[in-house]
């Protein structure tokens, strides 16, 4: 007589698996088998292994770390389910990329951000913020004329930050205001002297005025030939080198 019997392989395979924290290289990362599992064994079958999860991570990962891997086993009629844990990190600096500018004074002041010297920095997961010389933003005065050495710190979404320096040109543009008033000057043993101050009333520039000149001159001096209406030109320097022109009567008298 035969009879028929069953042999099972009931044996459950067996594994190792290990952690793993996955370097973002780009803005992404793949996790192979390799790095989380290994010394798998079985019965009387090869065990068979099935990832049923995603094993690309992206930028977007880090923020849920600790991620999972969920894989199957089987081994004959063994089936194991199981997971292992992923953490993604992000440890690539930004690329911070600058380009010198010139800020002009607007009034006696120009502000100068991250945006007016970024030539293209990029990040791979995202630049979260920028400072320059520790401030979101720098305010330049008339103390500031000519050229200035910006620090720049760029920060991605993770934390990792890339330093840098560049300079930066902050010039005035803007001409004097000229004020003038008409004056009467009388001859002091045949001469009178006429400067800028006789006739300015109230002239002012942003940043100063530096210098005046009445007919090309610092003072303009007049004789007995001179008595009557006499026209003055007047021009006005700021530290810059702007300048503002205009003229006035004077009346020499005797």
Known sequence: DTVNVFVADTISPQYTK????A???????????ANILSNITGGCTVPTLTFTSDTVFTCADVASNPNFISFTITSGLNVITDSV???VLDTLNPTLSLKSDTVFLAGSSASLTFA?????SVDNCGIDSATVNGANQISFTCAYLGAQNVNVVLVDVNGNATIGSVSVFVADTTSPTLALKSDTLILVNGTATLTFANINNGS????GIDSA?????NQKIYTCANTGIQSVLVAIFDAS???TAGSI????AD
Do not use: E, M, W
């Open 18 to 21: 290990t952690p793993f924290a």
């Open 23 to 33: 370097y973002l290289n780009t803005s992404s990362v793949v996790v192979s088998r």
């Open 85 to 87: 844990a992923v953490t």
């Open 116 to 120: 007016n010297i970024n030539n293209g």
């Open 204 to 207: 002012a520039d942003n940043c």
């Open 213 to 217: 000149t009445v007919n090309g001159q």
């Open 241 to 243: 080198g702007n300048s």
């Open 249 to 252: 009567n004077v009346f020499v």
